[in-house]
């Protein structure tokens, strides 16, 4: 069993602690890598505010990136000095995930969030011996080392900078992959995404990439729709500035935009990205509420031919996009680390409060050298 600096959250709505944390050695599917960098998420927020019921005390972390150290007994996919991104987990034996929808695997929720193994156990403990959940999407990556398993580890070439491919892992996915195996749209086609964040702009630049020729942004953030025009918006619009709608819909002639992506988890801006599409329009929803939250449509807007879907983790396969994104990245086409501010783990909680305020899209800690 290891010792590593981990940053553990003991209560709802606590500050994350760099603690001395004990691993074990990885069982036979599991494989231990050394984290060089892992992003910090919105979900990694509502965990820690316990909106979904992790059990605490916890070390989170779901974007990580490093370097394998240690491989099961049974893992063929990975060896040790390979330069891996920690995905999502999922069962890999269900009909979903056999037929390449693992974001929709019936195990997605108690894989990724139940803080434990499928049988219930955790690979650490803190100083006094107390088991911590430490299996948050399978890797609770917020550590010098993390546990994950051969099913949720992405091979990446090794003249990458590794530090910053974390955020492929998740957030970034989720954006790109919205765009790019969800909606799909069609070159020359139109799309408005709501949410100027590090996945809404993932959406921004995949949108450029597919070749979307109306690419409208909905932002309160003037920075941040300035950044969006940056990576491939053709239009911008403060919601906080007029009807965001009509706005929309005048940029389109009066009809309204063939996709819309929602990525705010907040009703009123559902509502806007279903009410801006034209008809036969496809609305996709990414954002993250509380378990709960209802959001309310006119069922006529949706009678004439528009479609309302849901979008888990950019409907990827990780081990396919995943890849994929990094080589659009080194083409210089899906520019993704100009969303990406760096902080030493250590600094996680100004990492986090700067995260909720705006003031970063996306923050990679990086830990000292275990």
């Avoid at 150290?69 to 999502?88: E, N, P, R």
């Avoid at 550590?143 to 003249?159: F, H, S, W």
């Avoid at 009809?255 to 907040?266: A, D, F, N, W």
């Amino acid at each position: 069993m290891g010792l590593m600096d981990a940053a553990v959250v003991r209560e709802k709505g606590g500050h994350f602690v760099i603690e001395k944390v004990r691993i074990e050695e990885p069982r036979e599917d599991e494989v231990l890598v050394r984290i060089a960098g892992v992003g910090m998420c919105h979900t990694d927020l509502v965990v820690r505010d316990q909106y979904f019921p992790t059990p605490l005390p916890a070390i989170l972390g779901h974007e990580g990136a490093g370097v394998v150290t240690k491989v099961g007994s049974k893992v063929t996919k990975v060896a040790v000095g390979d330069h891996v991104v920690l995905s999502f987990a999922s069962c890999g034996k269900c009909a979903n995930c056999l037929s390449g929808k693992p974001g929709y695997c019936p195990e997605l929720y108690a894989r990724n969030f139940s803080g434990g193994r499928p049988d219930g156990s955790s690979p650490c403990c803190d100083a006094h011996g107390q088991a911590l959940s430490a299996c948050f999407f399978s890797q609770s990556s917020f550590g010098q080392l993390a546990m994950a398993t051969e099913r949720n580890v992405v091979r990446i070439p090794k003249d990458v900078p590794v530090e910053i491919m974390g955020p492929l892992g998740c957030g970034i996915q989720t954006g790109a992959g919205a765009v790019m195996n969800a909606l799909k749209p069609e070159a020359g086609s139109s799309i408005a995404i709501f949410g100027a964040g590090s996945v809404g702009l993932s959406a921004v630049m995949a949108a450029r990439v597919v070749g979307c020729a109306t690419i409208v942004v909905v932002d309160l953030n003037d920075d941040r729709l300035a950044l969006a025009k940056e990576l491939g918006a053709t239009h911008t619009i403060n919601g906080g500035k007029g009807d965001t709608v009509a706005a929309i819909q005048e940029v389109t002639g009066g009809e309204g935009v063939q996709y819309s992506l929602e990525c705010t988890g907040l009703p009123k801006v559902v509502r806007q990205a279903v009410d801006a599409l034209r008809l036969t329009g496809v609305c996709g929803t990414i954002g993250v509420a509380p378990l709960g939250t209802e959001v309310a449509l006119d069922m006529n807007t949706i009678l004439f031919g528009r479609t309302v879907r849901g979008i888990i983790e950019g409907d990827s396969v990780p081990d396919i996009f995943i890849p994929r994104l990094v080589a659009l990245w080194q083409q210089g086409r899906f520019p993704f680390d100009k969303l990406i501010r760096k902080y030493k783990l250590s600094e996680i909680d100004t990492a986090a409060h700067e995260l909720e305020i705006g003031a970063v899209l996306k923050a990679v800690l990086i830990p000292d050298p275990v």
